[in-house]
């Protein structure tokens, strides 16, 4: 089976998993849905595990599509190291979300509905990852927008949501508009939407030239994509309120599909971007990181936090772009999505088991009762604060270290602002991670939290009896070995769909799955991959960890202190300041107030302006026309026609008296001769 076939049936595989899921939803039992949809995920899996063993890696598969004139429109698939990588990403990291919300969505009315989304949405991305030209990118771009409205809204029930579909939706439809755009340009530019072929006559243009204007335009409006899909300053206010969708659907775009996508795509596009493009990157990423990171520091929702962490982890993102260390971006970006995904897992399993209560402050002293899911998010936040032996650690090191190169090559000393940004988000991403951790798992005076779901007390008090048996030490040793082994297979059975999956994104989250040396980013395999060097400032990583480790220190510290004072049900905190990074800086306001509102007022407005004054003009020209087209009519009939008829009748009488004098009689002839010749000579005499 070659490649494009494999990679076809597996968008097929999808598109089926949805279409069958979708019309027989309510006719499939639960398990049946969940065993179809996973099934699909797991063989998308291999899929692409068999891929990537084959030596297809480097290919660009090329079908006519349609032609227009002499311009050729094909489907293109293209197969590299950078495909590959988001290919199996994507599916890898949906596959564990699938499987967890087959306990999270249980007993769920549109379970099927639900699972029928996921697929689409799998397909969607899969589509962008392996789509050659960027006019297929932008189909599936699109289908990527499409399925995040309908599963932010999947309970449209609620007003909440429902308006969050749309903010989501609108949004986006906002830089997506400047990704066309771009594309078009692009088409006119360089002949053509095939990537390769667009980098492979971007690079033979001179560097001299290289830096125009109309292509810095084109990155520009290619970057508004990105803008919009990866939660970008100013665009980024619809990430939030996504969180109205069911936390398995959060986890997968914040980690493997939607707001990857934008990184990915300028991944992709890179070698066409003009440096100017890539300082406008470079801040708008540090903008982002910034803001997001600040908006994080005093959330009371466990989802909203880790949007706004999201926001800021994004932006770091974009400033690896916009400095030029792509690698180290799409490094981050692997990283990022096993322990975002752990992390919205966990705090799904966290909600689940706490009977849907999101706000932290009604949270604490889980640790104890649901300790899988406590160590697996410690090792999730760990990840994302930046601590060494995880993860995160390494590939926010590679950035920071990177910046720091950057802007000491720069020409002015205030671009160091852009890598001490970068110190300063790590920082604060180990605070507020400590503080989510403390509020949510650690005790507290108060024990805010009394009730929690009574299953899976019962659940975690099974795990323990089961690990007991493994622990346990007889006299016999042969009874000993075989007690151990039913024990531990007994303690492994009865950890659930939820427990399992965060414990493989707790796994992927690990430094040592990415580097045996897990304080040197570039020991790492993913570099032996994508290569990414650097020279200097090796030394940052050491204040990078201190930066952390204080921000852990003060998170533990100031949270300590502020969980004793907290008040449950204020909706938001006391101060000025802290209240506008609550509110993200009332961007969501500052739109409503400037764009939204003036439209919902002018609507009206413009409604009766079209009823009055424009259908008013409309139908009075139209009257005018039908009154002037009736007298044409009039004029048409009773004069034009009337004198048409007269020299008719004139003629023809005229004709049939003229007829009369050709009878045959030669007096006749000679009497009109003389009539004709008198009628000349009074006419001359005249």
Not at 61 to 82: A, C, K, M, P
Not at 151 to 158: A, C, D, R, T
Not at 363 to 373: A, C, E, T, W, Y
Request: glycine share 6%; with cysteine.
């Amino acid at each position: 089976m070659s490649a494009e076939q494999v990679i076809l049936i597996n968008l097929l595989l999808y598109l089926v998993g949805f279409s069958f899921l979708i019309f027989k939803r309510n006719t499939l039992s639960e398990q049946s849905v969940g065993f179809l949809s996973v099934t699909l995920n797991v063989i998308g899996v291999l899929f692409s595990m068999g891929i990537r063993l084959s030596d297809i890696m480097g290919d660009v598969i090329h079908y006519d599509w349609f032609y227009i004139g002499d311009t050729r429109f094909s489907i293109d698939i293209i197969f590299n190291e950078l495909t590959f990588l988001m290919y199996f990403l994507v599916q890898f990291i949906a596959l564990w979300v699938q499987v967890f919300s087959l306990r999270y969505m249980a007993g769920d009315p549109s379970f099927g509905r639900y699972y029928a989304y996921i697929n689409l949405f799998i397909l969607a991305m899969v589509g962008i990852v392996v789509s050659g030209n960027l006019l297929m990118i932008y189909m599936f771009w699109e289908l990527v927008g499409v399925c995040s409205y309908l599963l932010i809204g999947f309970w449209y029930e609620k007003q909440s949501a429902t308006n969050a579909a749309k903010k989501a939706f609108l949004v986006n439809r906002v830089g997506d508009i400047g990704f066309l755009v771009g594309i078009f340009l692009i088409y006119r530019y360089f002949g053509t939407f095939d990537i390769a072929i667009i980098i492979e006559k971007a690079r033979l243009i001179p560097s001299a030239s290289f830096n125009n204007p109309l292509l810095t335009t084109i990155g520009l409006l290619i970057f508004c994509g990105c803008i919009a899909k990866s939660a970008q300053l100013p665009l980024q206010i619809w990430l939030p309120d996504a969180m109205e969708g069911p936390t398995p659907v959060s986890a997968l775009i914040h980690a493997a599909t939607m707001v990857a996508a934008g990184i990915f795509l300028m991944a992709r596009i890179f070698p066409i971007l003009t440096p100017d493009t890539l300082l406008v990157m470079a801040v708008v990423g540090t903008l982002t990181a910034f803001f997001g990171a600040c908006s994080a520091l005093n959330q009371y929702d466990i989802k909203k936090l880790l949007a706004y962490s999201t926001i800021s982890q994004l932006g770091l993102m974009v400033i690896s772009l916009g400095i030029g260390a792509v690698n180290a971006a799409l490094f981050h970006l692997v990283t990022h999505a096993f322990f975002k995904a752990g992390l919205f897992l966990s705090a799904g399993a966290v909600i689940h088991y706490t009977h849907h209560q999101q706000d932290m402050r009604h949270m604490g002293n889980l640790r104890r009762q649901i300790p899988i899911i406590f160590y697996c998010y410690t090792i999730c936040a760990a990840a994302l604060a930046g601590i060494p032996l995880f993860s995160g650690f390494l590939s926010k090191d590679a950035i920071i270290v990177a910046a720091f190169e950057w802007a000491a090559n720069q020409p002015s000393q205030i671009y160091f602002v852009i890598p001490a940004v970068c110190l300063i988000v790590s920082g604060m991403g180990a605070y507020y991670m400590m503080r989510q951790i403390y509020l949510v798992f650690l005790e507290r005076e108060d024990n805010p939290l009394e009730l929690i779901s009574s299953g899976a007390v019962s659940f975690y008090k099974n795990v323990a009896k089961r690990i007991e048996g493994i622990v346990k030490v007889e006299d016999d040793d042969n009874e000993d070995d075989k007690l151990t082994v039913e024990a531990f297979y007994e303690a492994i059975s009865v950890i659930g769909p939820m427990e399992l999956a965060v414990i493989i994104m707790a796994i992927g989250s690990i430094g040592f799955v990415f580097s045996l040396n897990p304080f040197y980013a570039e020991s790492s395999w993913f570099f032996d991959t994508f290569p990414h060097e650097s020279k200097n400032y090796h030394w940052i990583a050491y204040v990078a960890i201190l930066v952390s480790l204080n921000g852990v220190l003060l998170g533990y510290i100031y949270t300590k202190e502020e969980s004793n004072r907290l008040d449950k049900y204020k909706t938001q905190p006391d101060g000025f300041i802290a209240r506008l990074v609550f509110r993200n800086f009332y961007l969501s306001e500052l739109y409503q107030a400037v764009l939204v509102n003036p439209m919902v007022w002018i609507s009206p407005v413009l409604h009766k302006f079209d009823g009055i004054i424009i259908d008013g003009f409309v139908n009075l020209m139209a009257k005018l026309f039908l009154n002037i087209s009736m007298a044409v009519r009039w004029i048409e009939e009773n004069v034009v026609d009337a004198a048409v008829n007269f020299l008719a009748n004139l003629t023809n009488k005229s004709g049939h008296y003229t007829r009369q004098i050709q009878n045959g009689k030669a007096q006749t002839y000679i009497i009109t001769i003389f009539v004709c010749l008198v009628l000349i000579i009074v006419l001359l005499i005249i």
